[in-house]
């Protein structure tokens, strides 16, 4: 399984799966289809967005692992 980690650009983590997306708009990222979003890092994009990026990895990750284990 891949892990979402804080070093990925968001770009990365649509690429591992497109269904994230709500995951990171619910948490209040609203311009992820932005260019300059895409390049951004998980931990970047946490700190504009004024969110816990641990919190948001755990969020990605839980999604990614509710996944597989369907």
Request: glycine share 16%; aromatic share 0%.
């Given at each position: 399984m891949s892990m979402?980690?804080?070093d990925m650009?968001?770009?990365e983590v649509l690429e591992i799966n497109p269904g994230l997306a709500p995951v990171l708009t619910s948490?209040?990222?609203q311009c992820i289809g932005c260019p300059s979003s895409q390049m951004e890092t998980v931990e970047e994009a946490a700190a504009v967005h004024g969110?816990?990026?641990e919190l948001l990895l755990a969020r990605?990750?839980?999604y990614l692992q509710?996944?597989?284990s369907c």
């Open positions: 979402i980690t804080k650009t968001i770009g948490g209040g990222m969110i816990e990026t990605l990750n839980a509710a996944l597989e």
